[in-house]
């Protein structure tokens, strides 16, 4: 039956070369495979499809194509909602699929060359294709259902038999269920006649926070060695079954733009090799011919780097994989009127993905030994010591709940962890109660040290050109953070060693370490140490458990109980303290029992430095005006990491909301609040509440009536604060003799600092703040980006709990601008500040970004469940 490929609009085909157009698009297809019309009663790229309807067609053409095709479900989002990969090939090749995905994993194994030509003799290559990370970028979803019926349908075509004879093609229609349903949602809400196409409309202004982040507001596309969302863990295990040998991410960008594909801008991971270097270029060239041939215009070697190991092209290639993100503009809708005065479809969206998915199938199809080879090398030369011979060594007796956190986070991504029980050495240190160890001689030894490392160096070039950049008053080109070393994100000692001893394996799944102990005669510690420890306590006061927090360390039997330390008694609990071991055995979180009230050194309960805790009752706020991935990453760690409910309070409604039902209210990074809001959060403060700001918040309420800080935010190094005076009509004459006089004129001095991409940055904790309960012997190492400076509090006025370290040893990880690691030093990273009968408490920079620096946990917890106890 002749007919036109799957119902792509004639809009579409226009935009192509007849003849280009007609080879590609049309061609024999098999009536017994349904359209996407018949299924979802639209054709492709005349609506943006739901995503139920994305996943009841994948489930027709399997129920269609039983030999042909096999849909997994690999994970269910925060919403319920399934995520699937449709594995598709020949008949032959699907009636040993099991095999072929052994040998898949054999090869990841990284064999020898003998062992591996000899499984590549018989195997088959898994191409990956994802789409839809992000909710709000549409086409690519679509293109999937695409692919997926011109694989199944098409009938006499050489390049289709090709592809499925020669590899298995697995398609991820849709990484982001939830954002695509916020924002079909909100399109279809709107929609009247017809779509405008007017880029202010509804349609295309997204209602807040847009459908790009999943529930928790994370961006998926930064998640992949975090691995904080079911969405990307059930990911990152589908990808570890099947070892793909190339990885696709299919996104879309700005309505204005044409498509992007690789080669990638600079900068590159160093650990992405030569081999894969030339790969991608050799995918590209493909990619290119495809889209010369239908007339779209495309980029390369702009914009997109491969640098940060989040993303969903970076971490499969650590992987091994030819991994690669391509960009399409988008319609945000049906129809995107450029600035140009043309006009941009949906249906164009979804044609040129699927031209590009399709023609990368093509090249593996075509060479398939030598992606196999390619891939088979890669793993084998990381296991035989390519990049390190020795072992990352991770003392268990710091933070040890988040050190055995990282070990199931790294297990989770294929890499081997081994725990070696204390008391033990290593490298001549001892570790008395013991350590993780993570080899370099490992297939995954680019990601574990890409991951592990104190610092991923930036090229050299790469830099130098960036600073070339900014002393010709232009922007830098880093597109992401510097710095992501997860030890000392999680706040781990982490040091490498030549030797370590064998120990057993660490898995996803291993048991959580039960470390509670039975209740002393008067019962029961939990030392203020690490995440486990926030949760256990936070679990605790939800029960109704009484415990009571310590501002000073005490000792007792030779034993330091740290500051922030909670002491639940039996007498405070009914003479039971089960319930407390039996939750402290369910979080993995350490208690210690007290036979007596008496310590050797150190306050007695009934001191004043003990107060005693409650659950707190904690708001936040939500909607216009605040950052989405702030709100969403705050709420995630105090909901998910410490399992204390937030109840979210729309910007619009709070100052209507009755806050003393709440003791303490959380603002998220901003971009501006209304003036009433800040005047019923100042009254809040006032009138006794604990409030918690973070980033561009605290300048919200840094003066005017409604001044709850003391501190202010600076301009760029040696400039001054602007006039607020209008400016006259008139200036003086002056006279310009030199460049450096030019410069001097139009460089704006009350301009912010240049933005920081992102680095981590090490600190200097207040020792007598019970803010900074659980530093006293490692001082956290923080994240912080943008331009935001702070002045230090006056001694009169409040406490900088947290600053950040002097410029000799400021930088722990990333890249800092010369200007900033200057300023920066000894500047407030926290700060507090009474007022009234309350406290305001502020972060110069988000201390849950992407949800990954659970090493902060501590200080988030003193704001969120002890300063409430501190100021009532």
Known sequence: MLRLFVGLLAATIALATPAAAQSMLDGQFDPAIPTLEQVAGHRSGAQI?????????????????????R?????????????????????ANMARIDAIQADMRQLASGLSPAEAGAVIQRAVPVTWLSYGVHGDEISSSDAALVLAYHLLASQGSELVDTIMANSVVIIDPMQNPDGRARFTNSFYAQLGIADSGFPGSAGNDQPWPGGRPNHYLFDLNRDWFAVTQPETQGKVAAVGAWQPVVYVDAHEMGG??????????????????????????????????WMDRVGQPYFTRETFDLFYPGYGDTWPTLNGAVAMTFEQASARGLVWQRSDGTQLTYAQGVRNHFVTTLATAETVARNPAMFLQDYADYRQSARNGAVGTGS?????????????ALARRLAMQGVTV?????????????YPQGYLAVSMRQPMARLVRSLLDDDVDLPADFIAGQEARRASDLPHEIYDTTAWSVGQMSGLDVRQCATVASGSTVLADSAIPDRAQAPGAFGLAVPWTDSGQVRLVSQALLAGLVGSSTDTAFTVNGREFPRGTVVFTLADNDGSLDRLVELARQVGAETVPLASGWTDAGPN???????????????????????????????????????LPVTAIRTGTLARVRLSAFNVVVVPDVYTLPASVRSALTAYVRGGGVLVTFADAITEFSSGDNALFSTRRETVLGGEPADDEEDGDEAPGTAITSAAEYREAIVDSSRRPDTLPGAL???????????????????????????????????????????????????????????????????????????????????????TVRGYLDGLD???ANAVIVAPARVR
């Open 49 to 69: 499809s739901r995503p139920e309807q994305v996943i009841a067609y994948m489930e027709a053409l399997a129920a269609a194509a039983p030999d042909r095709v």
């Open 71 to 91: 849909v997994v479900e690999y994970a269910r989002s925060w919403e319920g909602r399934p995520l699937v990969y449709v594995v598709i090939s020949s008949p």
């Open 256 to 289: 204005d733009e044409t498509y992007f594909f690789p080669p990638n801008a600079a900068p590159l991971n160093p650990y992405v090799t030569p081999t894969q270097r030339a790969r991608i270029d050799m995918l590209g060239r493909n990619i290119g011919s």
């Open 392 to 404: 990352f060594v991770i003392d268990l007796g710091t933070r040890r709940w988040n050190a055995e």
């Open 418 to 430: 081994t725990a070696v029980n204390g008391p033990a050495s290593a490298c001549g240190r001892s």
């Open 605 to 643: 309960l009934g001191s004043d430095s003990f107060v005693r805790l409650a659950a707190p009752r904690i708001a936040m706020l939500w909607e216009d005006g605040i950052v989405s991935s702030s709100a969403g990453s705050t709420r995630y760690v105090i909901e998910q990491r410490f399992g």
């Open 761 to 847: 940055l090490n600190t200097v904790v207040d020792g007598e703040s019970f803010l900074a309960a659980g530093y006293d012997g490692r001082t956290p190492v923080v994240f912080a980006d943008g331009s935001l400076v702070l002045t230090p509090l006056t001694l009169s006025a409040g406490v900088n709990v947290v600053r950040y370290a002097p410029e000799d040893r400021l930088v722990a990880s990333g890249y800092v601008w010369d200007e900033n690691r200057r300023q920066l030093a000894w500047k407030p990273y926290m700060l507090a500040e009474e007022n009234g009968r309350g406290l305001a408490i502020g972060f110069a920079a988000d201390p």
């Open 858 to 860: 501590l200080l988030l």
